[in-house]
């Protein structure tokens, strides 16, 4: 009795801390001091700004600090200034920010400066691939946080609030400012009046924080819901369907942010299927939602199954109706041409599209870099990208400026992010997933943030108190310990090349399993998969090379991208070589930069992967000393898991390959110990095997 006791006592004891741990994210306040906040108004948005500063004050005690809502030149949006005793802003979500910016910097130590702090895009949103059922699409952090089955699944309750009210203030912290509560696979009820009472909760709650309420809509909705003969966007019937349903929402949501459309791609319907364009289809939309301000998001990940060039799609479709949208229209684009692989080169269509609103799509959510496993800071990834120069403005022209006003005038700047949030405990499936829905929301309130930054301010205030001490907990007193901070800031740097590498080196893309996307799946696709994500459509491989041709006697893909950088990308000998299997199709003995043939690199690019992977571990174990033992286990075992499977994934892709080079692999590296045959029988295609 006495032992189940115990036992029972432990795991309560256990669950809390991971509950405390989890859920707390990057916002750990403890021992807050004394201070008195003055602020002339009140609303709900200021009462949180004042209760925060409450709960989180770091600096002088019994200080008085002054929240002043006034206008200011200097301040764009939801802008401020701080000083030690002051945050000033234009409006209520500006003193907000400027609250959690302040404290932020208490935690970390970094300077208070009276500087104008601006956001670089207005709309900074997630997407939430959430379905009405409560799964989650590519979501590797339990159900959703919006919906579940069930028959009460629409019956809003206090947990339910509680949890929304903790991802408000997430974001708030980090000046996230809008959210898309569902897939962009869009189910059609989720319009319906018992979805919108639903809806209308959550903005309830998410609105005080500061963020707007988006939904995806489902282009079939007037013949589905409506039960029109057609959902054709030039057809009258349609239009007022749709200009009744907005209203109806707002009259949920009177400050409804607008809509969310993925339309003929992927199987979803469209207004492709009516022989109209995607402007006809989105300026429809766009001129329901007008009237109040709403706005769509209409995606540029089109493309249907053909055996041509997939990377070039998008491209393709939108470019010939640039300057054919409404101005309440953003063409949302994913980061790559293809689909959030662990590497790509930035989308052509970044700083092409020129008269028209265009925002970026990255994934937060780690689809292809190991779900909850794998530890990758996925900010260098998208640091590499929004600072690509597109050159189509001359030089500088980078992803990010072709992107927030810089260089187009767009009447509204964006910048989306897949989610990686769910009911898990600690939110994001992994600990340092957090790491990544943090740095998206820096990213997007300042694109030109460095990701050594984003990592420190990160690793400062969730491992606020790491500090070497008898019991291994944190003294929330204590600060953190630089042998903490420096090698684990280094490891969370590396950790996206790793991935690169023991994964997809030199350009390699699009070989995972085939509909898991987690572990290695170069060889095959299940019978009757489309012919684009069948190998070898994406690697190429045969006995005269590997690697897919986007040159001008290829594919001709280089052709989208601005000179020089066609011509950079056409010549394997200038294209750089993270590149070089993404746009040349190149002999197993061509030579490297490092004088190595092409086969040799692969096998040293797979194996450093997999050693810095071990590095990792190290770093981490050292580490335990400074980190509370929960999340230090935690960690540890992910690391474990992704080493083991970086191991497979070197010898997956070097035995299968080796097919086709009939090349030896150099007897410096370790050998692959792993027997392929049994590995591509044991590939389901659903990840789950590795
Ligand atoms: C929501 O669908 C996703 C799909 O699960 C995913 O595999 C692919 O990456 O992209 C699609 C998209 O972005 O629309």
């Known amino acids: 009795m006495k032992v189940v006791f115990n036992v029972l006592f432990f795991f309560i004891v256990i669950t809390c801390q991971a509950q405390e741990n989890g859920h707390q994210l990057w916002l750990r306040y403890k021992n807050a001091k004394p201070v008195t906040v003055i602020c002339s108004k009140n609303s709900p948005t200021l009462s949180i700004a004042k209760q925060e500063l409450q709960n989180g004050w770091q600096g002088e005690p019994n200080a008085s600090i002054t929240l002043t809502i006034k206008k200011d030149k200097a301040l764009k949006d939801d802008g401020f200034r701080l000083s030690q005793n002051e945050v000033i802003a234009a409006t209520e979500k500006g003193v907000l920010y400027g609250v959690y910016e302040l404290l932020r910097r208490q935690r970390t130590g970094e300077a208070i400066t009276g500087e104008a702090e601006n956001p670089s895009y207005q709309i900074r949103i997630l997407n939430h691939w959430d379905n009405p059922n409560g799964s989650v699409e590519r979501g590797y952090a339990g159900h959703s946080i919006f919906w579940r089955s069930g028959p009460d699944s629409l019956t809003v309750t206090q947990n339910d609030k509680k949890i929304w009210t903790e991802y408000a203030r997430a974001n708030a912290s980090i000046g996230i400012n809008a959210s898309v509560l569902n897939n962009v696979n869009a189910s059609p009820k989720i319009i319906t009046p018992e979805y919108l009472n639903r809806v209308k909760a959550i903005a309830d709650v998410l609105r005080p924080y500061g963020i707007k309420t988006y939904l995806s809509i489902n282009f079939s909705s007037p013949a589905i819901l409506g039960k029109l003969k057609t959902s054709d966007p030039l057809d009258k019937a349609v239009i007022k369907w749709w200009q009744d349903k907005v209203k109806e929402i707002y009259s949920y949501v009177p400050d409804f942010g607008g809509f969310l459309v993925k339309a003929s791609s992927e199987g979803q319907p469209g207004p492709q299927d009516f022989g109209r364009t995607h402007a006809d289809g989105a300026n429809m939309l766009a001129d329901a939602l007008k009237p109040y301000n709403g706005i769509v998001m209409w995606r540029a990940f089109v493309y249907s199954p053909n055996d041509k060039d997939r990377a070039k799609q998008a491209y393709n479709e939108f470019m010939p109706l640039d300057g054919k949208f409404k101005d309440n229209v953003i063409i949302q684009v994913k980061n790559g041409p293809v689909d959030f692989q662990p590497r790509e080169p930035f989308s052509p269509l970044f700083g092409a599209m020129k008269q028209t609103s265009v925002m970026p799509e990255l994934q937060v959510t780690m689809e292809y870099l190991g779900h909850d496993k794998y530890l990758v800071f996925l900010s260098t990834m998208w640091e590499e990208v929004l600072q690509s120069d597109t050159y189509q403005q001359g030089e500088g022209s980078t992803v990010a400026r072709c992107t927030d006003g810089s260089i187009y005038s767009q009447k509204y700047t964006a910048m989306a992010g897949v989610s990686n949030v769910g009911l898990d405990t600690n939110w994001c499936g992994h600990l340092f997933n957090q790491a990544n829905w943090y740095a998206f929301g820096r990213l997007a309130w300042n694109v030109n943030l460095k990701s050594e930054q984003i990592a420190d301010e990160w690793l400062k205030l969730t491992f606020y108190g790491a500090q070497s001490s008898k019991s291994g907990e944190a003294n929330y007193n204590a600060g953190w310990n630089d042998n903490f901070l420096k090698p684990v800031k280094q490891m969370m740097l590396d950790s996206r090349e790793a991935a690169v590498n023991f994964m997809t080196p030199l350009g390699l893309h699009h070989i995972m399993s085939a509909n898991g996307h987690y572990g290695p799946g170069p060889w095959w696709a299940p019978k009757g998969m489309r012919a684009d994500w069948t190998p070898p459509y994406y690697h190429q491989a045969a006995e005269n090379g590997i690697g897919f041709d986007r040159t001008k006697t290829g594919s001709d893909a280089v052709e989208q991208y601005h000179e020089p950088l066609a011509s950079q990308f056409n010549d394997a000998a200038t294209c750089p070589e993270k590149y070089l299997l993404w746009f040349h199709h190149v002999p197993w003995d061509y030579k490297l930069k490092s004088g190595r043939t092409l086969w040799d690199e692969l096998c040293y690019k797979y194996d450093e992967g997999v050693n810095q992977v071990r590095s990792f571990q190290k770093v981490w174990d050292k580490a335990g000393v400074?980190?509370?033992?929960?999340?230090?286990?935690?960690?540890?075992?992910?690391?474990?898991?992704?080493?083991?499977?970086?191991?497979?994934?070197?010898?997956?892709?070097?035995?299968?390959?080796?097919?086709?080079?009939?090349?030896?692999?150099?007897?410096?590296?370790?050998?692959p110990v792993n027997n392929l045959d049994v590995m591509m029988y044991n590939d389901r295609g659903d990840g789950r095997s590795h």
């Open 626 to 671: 400074y980190v509370d033992s929960t999340r230090f286990l935690e960690v540890q075992r992910k690391l474990r898991i992704q080493c083991v499977n970086a191991g497979l994934w070197k010898d997956a892709c070097l035995l299968y390959f080796q097919q086709f080079s009939k090349m030896p692999i150099p007897y410096e590296l370790e050998r």
